[in-house]
């Protein structure tokens, strides 16, 4: 990594708010460049608290924004940080109104010239595309970054029509505890703790919402812009991580886009920006790379034809992507895997072909045991240790193996794979789960995707639709996306599990199938052999904010495990979400996080899954006599009818409990 200290334009920062036309002020910190021309706006729009949780993230982009050229603006949403307002949903209308009304507002300084552009990782890349769907005149160009399209079945709350635990879960206690948050002192003023009591008495779990649409419907519709790609105008540049959930977005942006105003990127990262340098790797320079692509769409010419020295559209490939070579498994890399950059200027690319693999051998029973799953890897990770799957043999041993042997050429595949089972059930429901492994000759088992179907939902996400007892159907569902070249003297395994927790809430009543090859098959999209040129900057950032992390003497968990109660029969996962400890900030902020995610499950009960987080923040401000404490207590089973959520949620302001509600409810689970 590099970081620079000397740019084009000297730059300067202030904080203000952002006035909306209901009187709500936004909370904003930009940085501008010293100069008397307008210039182009970058506007990064999340709930992640500038001032505090994303605080050392911006300095890295911000200001080297600002530094070629740009007024480069982060704002915290309504209800979140300093803010004013109060919380809503993650997918709601008003979020993205208030988006679509600060870029406005942004093109109307005399500081800008009337251009925006609009970027975000995760939720705030999700708001980007979700603002862009709104067409506002003034945002010409977008980067979106690890983020869904597609908020019911790409963004970790279904999965294939299934309810997920570690998704859903652990994703409703860390929205309570994001938003259960006070605005800053330093920052609101005397204010600060009657917003903070508003916004504790508009808290309300995510998950009821969550759970009362466990279909398909209007509520989702809403919540994606009515999933029309064609709405979006300003020109996209689609970035994803193999290891990321919601690669596919990717994907589907640039095979639905008009191909003059987008462009796509994967590359073999986590959660994270390209340039992180967190593991697996290589980071390239992607601050080079969106500054390319600002230029393109904001200082040259309306449609993007000509800028920063461009003549003609934009130079890069339609679609660059990594493809991985083999490793052994590992749940983290000190170096980066082996691979190679490949590109293509149309997709579906004419160089990939979809190759079937047919499944072979007598009907097999597929009935896995409940804790198969234990195996997955973090649902979202994040660049830490343990976050990808380790070595799948265990996983394989529970589940039904078919393998392809590679032949003297490698093969690599870049895409969606699709598998097509023909299943026979005995009982109402079930769910059926592929993954594809890379096999080396010693039997080490790398995963390189997977996929699930909730067997209700095998005629469309929109309906559930029990099965037949005791009758044969077949169906057919798509895998994540991957990029991967399997060596010669590999296998490729597909193996099919009737169960994947604590990725997949179990369903009541399953109890597995049998699984006839005779019809079934494996597709994948085998990519032919190219000699691609690709290559990236080196990573570089602005300098660093200078965030400190005390030293403890005090024994850290390990970020994950998993234990086996042998005489109960009983499996137990342990993982932490957020392992930052106690970072403190150059005003003199304290900032503590601790969380502890857990998931049980007794081996052969899938009524016995439990799931429980707790998540405990502290805020404190020495100077200013200030010490905030919000505590989080999620925790969710299921009977053979409902799921059981409970929630609570104390917060303290010194020794004073300022706020303690607690939630309990029993929501029905979704009937064919």
């Given at each position: 990594?590099?970081?620079?200290?000397?740019?084009?334009?000297?730059?300067v920062?202030?904080?203000?708010?952002?006035?909306?036309?209901?009187?709500?002020?936004?909370?904003?910190?930009?940085?501008?460049?010293?100069?008397?021309?307008?210039?182009?706006?970058?506007?990064?729009?999340?709930?992640?608290?500038?001032?505090?949780?994303?605080?050392?993230?911006?300095?890295?982009?911000?200001?080297?924004?600002?530094?070629?050229?740009?007024?480069?603006?982060?704002?915290?949403?309504?209800?979140?940080?300093?803010?004013?307002?109060?919380?809503?949903?993650?997918?709601?209308?008003?979020?993205?109104?208030?988006?679509?009304?600060?870029?406005?507002?942004?093109?109307?300084?005399?500081?800008?010239?009337?251009?925006?552009?609009?970027?975000?990782?995760?939720?705030?890349?999700?708001?980007?595309?979700?603002?862009?769907?709104?067409?506002?005149?003034?945002?010409?160009?977008?980067?979106?970054?690890c983020a869904?399209?597609?908020?019911?079945d790409?963004?970790?709350?279904?999965?294939?029509?299934?309810?997920?635990?570690?998704?859903?879960?652990?994703?409703?206690a860390?929205?309570?505890?994001?938003?259960?948050?006070?605005?800053?002192?330093?920052?609101?003023?005397?204010?600060?703790?009657?917003?903070?009591?508003?916004?504790?008495?508009?808290?309300?779990?995510?998950?009821?919402?969550?759970?009362?649409?466990?279909?398909?419907?209007?509520?989702?519709q809403?919540?994606?812009?009515?999933?029309?790609?064609?709405?979006?105008?300003?020109?996209?540049?689609?970035?994803?991580?193999?290891?990321?959930?919601?690669r596919?977005?990717?994907?589907r942006?640039?095979?639905?886009?008009?191909?003059?105003?987008?462009?796509?990127?994967?590359?073999?990262?986590?959660?994270?920006?390209?340039?992180?340098?967190?593991?697996?790797?290589?980071?390239?320079?992607?601050?080079?790379?969106?500054?390319?692509?600002?230029?393109?769409?904001?200082?040259?010419?309306?449609?993007?034809?000509?800028?920063?020295?461009?003549?003609?559209?934009?130079?890069?490939?339609?679609?660059?992507?990594?493809?991985?070579?083999?490793?052994?498994?590992?749940?983290?890399?000190?170096?980066?895997?082996?691979?190679?950059?490949?590109?293509?200027?149309?997709?579906?690319?004419?160089?990939?072909?979809?190759?079937?693999?047919?499944?072979?051998?007598?009907p097999?029973?597929?009935d896995?045991?409940?804790?198969?799953?234990?195996?997955a890897?973090?649902?979202?990770?994040?660049?830490?240790?343990?976050?990808?799957?380790?070595?799948?043999?265990?996983?394989?041993a529970?589940?039904?193996?078919?393998e392809?042997?590679?032949?003297?050429?490698?093969?690599?595949?870049?895409?969606?794979?699709?598998?097509?089972?023909?299943?026979?059930?005995?009982?109402?429901?079930?769910q059926?789960?592929?993954?594809?492994?890379?096999?080396?000759?010693?039997?080490?088992?790398?995963?390189?995707?997977?996929?699930?179907?909730?067997?209700?939902?095998?005629?469309?996400?929109?309906?559930?639709?029990?099965?037949?007892?005791?009758?044969?159907?077949?169906?057919?569902?798509?895998l994540?996306?991957?990029?991967?070249?399997?060596?010669?003297?590999?296998?490729?395994?597909?193996?099919?599990?009737?169960?994947?927790?604590?990725?997949?809430?179990?369903?009541?009543?399953?109890?597995?199938?049998?699984?006839?090859?005779?019809?079934?098959?494996?597709?994948?999209p085998?990519?032919?052999?190219?000699?691609?040129?690709?290559?990236?900057?080196?990573?570089?950032?602005?300098?660093?904010?200078?965030?400190?992390?005390?030293?403890?003497?005090?024994?850290?968990?390990?970020?994950?495990?998993?234990?086996r109660d042998?005489?109960?029969?009983?499996?137990?996962?342990?993982?932490?979400?957020?392992?930052?400890?106690?970072?403190?900030?150059?005003?003199?902020?304290?900032?503590t996080?601790?969380?502890?995610?857990?998931?049980?499950?007794?081996?052969?009960?899938?009524?016995?899954?439990?799931?429980?987080?707790?998540?405990?923040?502290?805020?404190?401000?020495?100077?200013?006599?200030?010490?905030?404490?919000?505590?989080?207590?999620?925790?969710?089973?299921?009977?053979?009818?409902?799921?059981?959520?409970?929630?609570?949620?104390?917060?303290?302001?010194?020794?004073?409990?300022?706020?303690?509600r607690?939630?309990?409810?029993?929501?029905?689970?979704?009937?064919?």
């Amino acid at each position: 990594m590099r970081i620079r200290t000397e740019f084009p334009y000297e730059t300067v920062h202030t904080d203000l708010r952002i006035p909306l036309p209901d009187g709500i002020g936004l909370y904003a910190r930009l940085w501008r460049p010293v100069t008397d021309e307008p210039v182009p706006a970058l506007l990064e729009y999340a709930p992640d608290r500038l001032t505090d949780t994303s605080a050392a993230r911006d300095a890295q982009r911000h200001p080297w924004y600002a530094g070629h050229g740009y007024a480069s603006i982060r704002v915290d949403v309504r209800g979140h940080g300093n803010s004013e307002g109060l919380p809503g949903d993650a997918r709601d209308a008003t979020e993205i109104v208030d988006g679509a009304e600060v870029v406005g507002w942004l093109a109307r300084q005399p500081w800008c010239n009337g251009r925006v552009g609009m970027f975000g990782i995760g939720r705030g890349g999700r708001s980007a595309l979700r603002v862009a769907a709104l067409t506002p005149k003034a945002l010409r160009a977008v980067v979106t970054v690890c983020a869904t399209d597609d908020p019911y079945d790409n963004d970790g709350i279904f999965l294939g029509g299934a309810v997920t635990a570690a998704g859903l879960h652990a994703g409703n206690a860390a929205l309570l505890a994001d938003a259960a948050r006070p605005p800053d002192p330093r920052f609101a003023g005397d204010a600060w703790r009657t917003q903070w009591l508003q916004r504790l008495e508009a808290l309300s779990p995510p998950v009821h919402t969550w759970l009362s649409h466990q279909l398909r419907d209007h509520h989702w519709q809403h919540a994606s812009g009515g999933g029309d790609h064609g709405a979006v105008e300003a020109a996209v540049l689609a970035v994803g991580g193999w290891h990321d959930p919601y690669r596919d977005t990717v994907l589907r942006l640039v095979g639905h886009l008009p191909p003059e105003r987008v462009r796509g990127l994967i590359g073999p990262w986590p959660h994270e920006y390209p340039d992180s340098g967190l593991p697996p790797g290589p980071a390239i320079g992607f601050l080079q790379e969106t500054l390319r692509w600002w230029d393109r769409w904001l200082k040259g010419d309306s449609d993007g034809s000509s800028g920063a020295g461009d003549t003609g559209g934009p130079a890069e490939p339609l679609l660059r992507s990594w493809i991985g070579g083999a490793h052994p498994p590992a749940t983290a890399y000190t170096e980066p895997p082996t691979g190679r950059w490949v590109s293509d200027d149309v997709w579906p690319s004419p160089r990939t072909t979809v190759v079937p693999y047919a499944l072979g051998g007598p009907p097999v029973v597929v009935d896995s045991p409940q804790h198969t799953g234990m195996d997955a890897g973090r649902f979202r990770p994040l660049g830490q240790d343990a976050d990808l799957p380790p070595d799948q043999r265990a996983e394989d041993a529970r589940s039904a193996c078919f393998e392809f042997p590679v032949g003297d050429e490698a093969i690599e595949v870049l895409g969606r794979p699709r598998v097509t089972l023909r299943l026979r059930l005995d009982v109402p429901y079930g769910q059926a789960v592929a993954r594809i492994c890379d096999i080396a000759p010693d039997g080490a088992a790398t995963l390189v995707s997977r996929g699930v179907l909730d067997l209700a939902a095998r005629h469309g996400r929109d309906r559930a639709v029990k099965w037949p007892p005791g009758s044969t159907e077949e169906v057919s569902f798509e895998l994540g996306a991957m990029g991967h070249g399997f060596p010669p003297g590999h296998r490729i395994r597909l193996a099919v599990s009737s169960a994947y927790w604590p990725w997949i809430w179990p369903r009541a009543g399953a109890a597995g199938f049998t699984l006839d090859p005779d019809g079934s098959r494996l597709e994948l999209p085998v990519r032919e052999p190219t000699a691609d040129t690709i290559t990236f900057d080196e990573p570089e950032h602005a300098e660093p904010l200078g965030v400190s992390v005390p030293a403890t003497l005090d024994a850290q968990p390990p970020p994950l495990l998993v234990t086996r109660d042998v005489a109960e029969g009983e499996w137990r996962m342990e993982c932490d979400p957020c392992p930052r400890g106690t970072q403190v900030f150059p005003d003199g902020l304290e900032l503590t996080e601790q969380a502890l995610e857990t998931y049980t499950i007794h081996e052969d009960d899938p009524l016995s899954a439990r799931a429980r987080t707790r998540w405990t923040v502290r805020l404190h401000r020495p100077e200013l006599s200030w010490d905030v404490r919000i505590e989080i207590r999620s925790e969710m089973s299921c009977d053979a009818a409902s799921f059981r959520t409970s929630d609570e949620v104390v917060c303290r302001h010194g020794t004073e409990i300022v706020f303690h509600r607690t939630w309990e409810k029993r929501i029905p689970r979704l009937e064919g």
